[in-house]
Every structure is written in structure tokens, then in C-alpha cells.
């Protein structure tokens, strides 16, 4: 097990510049509800480096978190702060190959990063379960469906090598991630937040070309798949997201505030497989999370 203390790494040591690291921090550090902490720290560890899982566990009250599907390389990581003795609790990330030492120094500033707003997640959950009484265990377990957007997104490119004289253009994906669902499901609803999505997916299709396909990635993602597309027109379907989001009508006017578009576009152009293009539109997506959690951001 690797002990990842809470403290500042010369320089030269780093592997996220001043500016990266900052825009990481602050959205890792904007919400006190610990799943929405862990998924935004998977987003960028997916993004960043070859991590595929993770799973987080803490004890008081006994939590466990998952996110991904497990790998076989696994690292386990116990998180101290350098100022306390309280533990801000295990983390296991696993990779579908090994590390490398530059992903495990990234992955090691992520977790600095994270530690402190993992703790104050951790301890306002433990407030609210004191509060209600409740002793299970806790647990949360969110399998993504990167495999099925991988085949989908492999489909298509087997179909334009078929049909290669036909296709001006190179496939596109378009991931995009509702920011604000979490402030949705605490002060109203899980069905009023589910119903977002399932609007948003549908309205998409109906005004998507007939080969087009959106898919729910889990419950703050959403991925557009777009045969032959120009990268213009991967833009205007981010733009389209974006709008469709804002024009969303609610009895409470206020939850629309908390609502905003992230997007990240990538290409089957220069891209070997599948994996490849969704793992550049998860870096995409991150850089967009980086320059402006909080606004609607195409990157």
C-alpha cells in the first residue's frame, strides 16, 4: 500500500503545472457531497492517466465507493494528512496495463490534491449519518459503460472503412457531462435528476441525423456518436447540448442556476482503436472541467 501524504512537492518534481493544479483543486473542493467528489477525481484520473477504477473506502461511518470496472494492475493508496492523524480514507485504482512512472506521479499529485476534500466529504457525510440514526454501511457502486461507447464507437469505424468512398469525414464523439445533478438529487429529487437526462437524450435524437446515436454514460454523462462528421459539426452538436440545458424549465427556477454543460470532442482521425478516441475525448473533457467547472465549456 502507498501512503500519499497532503504536502507541497518541489517544482520540478510536478507533473500538473501551477495553473492545472489549481483548476483541479477548486472543483475537487466546491461540493461536500462525496460522490460527486469521487466521480469528478475519476473523471480526471481517467482523463489523465491510464486509471480505468476506483474504489474508496473510509471508516466512521463505513463507506465504499466504486467507479469504473476493476483492472488487472491494482495500486492502493492510503490517504494522510500531514497536520492530523485523521485518515482521509483508501483508494484502489486499477489499469488495464501498468502504470507508468509518469501516470503514477500524476496520480499521486491527484490524490494531494484530493485528500482534503475527500476528508471534509467524508466527515459531512458522517454528520448527516449520525443525524439520521442510520449504522448500515454505505455503499455506491457506478459502473461506467466505456466498453459499450468503445464497441459502438468500433461499429462505426468498421462500417467507414466498408463504405470509406462515401464518407467525406472521420467519425466523432462527443462526451458531454451535466454539471449540477448532484445539487438536483440532494435538495429535490433521483427521479427529477434521472428525468433531466432521459429529456436531454431524447430531445437529442430528435434532432440528430437518423445515424447519429446518443448514449447515458452514466448519471452526469451523456456521449454522441456522429458517423462522418466535420468538426464544425461535432461543435454545433456541443453548442445544441448546451442550449438544450439552458432552455430546460423547472417549477423551482433556482435549480436551473445549479445547471451547466461541460464537453469534450474527439475524432477517429489518427486514432488506432476505439479506446483511443474515447480516452482523448475523457482528456478533452477534462481540460474543459479545468478552464470552467462552473460554465458551459465546449473543448
Not at 164 to 187: F, T
Not at 232 to 257: C, I, M, Q, T
Not at 270 to 284: F, I, R, T, W, Y
Given at each position: 500500500?502507498?501512503?500519499?501524504?497532503?504536502?507541497?512537492?518541489?517544482?520540478?518534481?510536478?507533473?500538473?503545472?501551477?495553473?492545472?493544479?489549481?483548476?483541479?483543486?477548486?472543483?475537487?473542493?466546491?461540493?461536500?457531497?462525496?460522490?460527486?467528489?469521487?466521480?469528478?477525481?475519476?473523471?480526471?484520473?481517467?482523463?489523465?492517466?491510464?486509471?480505468?477504477?476506483?474504489?474508496?473506502?473510509?471508516?466512521?461511518?463505513?463507506?465504499?465507493?466504486?467507479?469504473?470496472?476493476?483492472?488487472?494492475h491494482v495500486l492502493t493508496y492510503e490517504l494522510k494528512l500531514t497536520s492530523q492523524e485523521d485518515s482521509a480514507g483508501t483508494i484502489t485504482m486499477s489499469s488495464r496495463v501498468p502504470l507508468s512512472d509518469h501516470d503514477s506521479e500524476i496520480v499521486a499529485e491527484l490524490l494531494s490534491l484530493a485528500a482534503n476534500a475527500l476528508m471534509n466529504a467524508h466527515k459531512y457525510l458522517s454528520s448527516q449519518h449520525e443525524a439520521t440514526g442510520?449504522?448500515?454501511?454505505?455503499?455506491?457502486?457506478?459502473?461506467?459503460?466505456?466498453?459499450?461507447?468503445?464497441?459502438?464507437?468500433?461499429?462505426?469505424?468498421?462500417?467507414?472503412?466498408?463504405?470509406?468512398?462515401?464518407?467525406?469525414?472521420?467519425?466523432?464523439?462527443?462526451?458531454?457531462?451535466?454539471?449540477?445533478?448532484?445539487?438536483?438529487?440532494?435538495?429535490?429529487?433521483?427521479?427529477?435528476?434521472?428525468?433531466?437526462?432521459?429529456?436531454?437524450?431524447?430531445?437529442?435524437?430528435?434532432?440528430?441525423?437518423?445515424?447519429?446515436?446518443?448514449?447515458?454514460?452514466?448519471?452526469?454523462?451523456?456521449?454522441?456518436?456522429?458517423?462522418?462528421?466535420?468538426?464544425?459539426?461535432?461543435?454545433?452538436?456541443?453548442?445544441?447540448?448546451?442550449?438544450?440545458?439552458?432552455?430546460?424549465?423547472?417549477?423551482?427556477?433556482?435549480?436551473?442556476?445549479?445547471?451547466?454543460?461541460?464537453?469534450?470532442?474527439?475524432?477517429?482521425?489518427?486514432?488506432?482503436?476505439?479506446?483511443?478516441?474515447?480516452?482523448?475525448?475523457?482528456?478533452?473533457?477534462?481540460?474543459?472541467?479545468?478552464?470552467?467547472?462552473?460554465?458551459?465549456?465546449?473543448?
Amino acid at each position: 500500500m502507498t501512503e500519499v501524504q497532503v504536502q507541497h512537492a518541489p517544482h520540478e518534481m510536478r507533473r500538473l503545472d501551477a495553473e492545472t493544479a489549481l483548476s483541479i483543486a477548486r472543483s475537487l473542493h466546491t461540493d461536500l457531497d462525496l460522490s460527486v467528489v469521487l466521480k469528478r477525481l475519476y473523471t480526471f484520473a481517467t482523463a489523465l492517466t491510464r486509471v480505468a477504477h476506483i474504489r474508496y473506502s473510509n471508516k466512521g461511518p463505513e463507506v465504499s465507493y466504486e467507479m469504473g470496472e476493476e483492472q488487472e494492475h491494482v495500486l492502493t493508496y492510503e490517504l494522510k494528512l500531514t497536520s492530523q492523524e485523521d485518515s482521509a480514507g483508501t483508494i484502489t485504482m486499477s489499469s488495464r496495463v501498468p502504470l507508468s512512472d509518469h501516470d503514477s506521479e500524476i496520480v499521486a499529485e491527484l490524490l494531494s490534491l484530493a485528500a482534503n476534500a475527500l476528508m471534509n466529504a467524508h466527515k459531512y457525510l458522517s454528520s448527516q449519518h449520525e443525524a439520521t440514526g442510520k449504522g448500515k454501511p454505505l455503499t455506491h457502486k457506478e459502473i461506467q459503460k466505456d466498453q459499450q461507447l468503445q464497441n459502438a464507437l468500433a461499429e462505426n469505424r468498421n462500417e467507414s472503412k466498408l463504405s470509406q468512398n462515401k464518407r467525406k469525414y472521420p467519425d466523432a464523439l462527443v462526451l458531454v457531462r451535466i454539471e449540477g445533478l448532484d445539487v438536483i438529487r440532494n435538495v429535490s429529487s433521483q427521479e427529477l435528476a434521472d428525468s433531466i437526462m432521459t429529456e436531454l437524450k431524447t430531445q437529442l435524437n430528435e434532432n440528430l441525423r437518423q445515424a447519429d446515436g446518443t448514449h447515458k454514460v452514466d448519471e452526469d454523462h451523456l456521449a454522441v456518436l456522429l458517423p462522418s462528421t466535420a468538426p464544425v459539426g461535432a461543435e454545433r452538436v456541443a453548442e445544441k447540448v448546451a442550449k438544450l440545458v439552458s432552455n430546460l424549465e423547472f417549477v423551482d427556477p433556482l435549480l436551473r442556476r445549479e445547471l451547466s454543460v461541460s464537453v469534450g470532442i474527439s475524432s477517429t482521425s489518427g486514432a488506432v482503436s476505439a479506446e483511443d478516441v474515447l480516452a482523448n475525448a475523457k482528456v478533452q473533457l477534462a481540460k474543459a472541467m479545468q478552464e470552467s467547472p462552473q460554465n458551459n465549456t465546449v473543448h
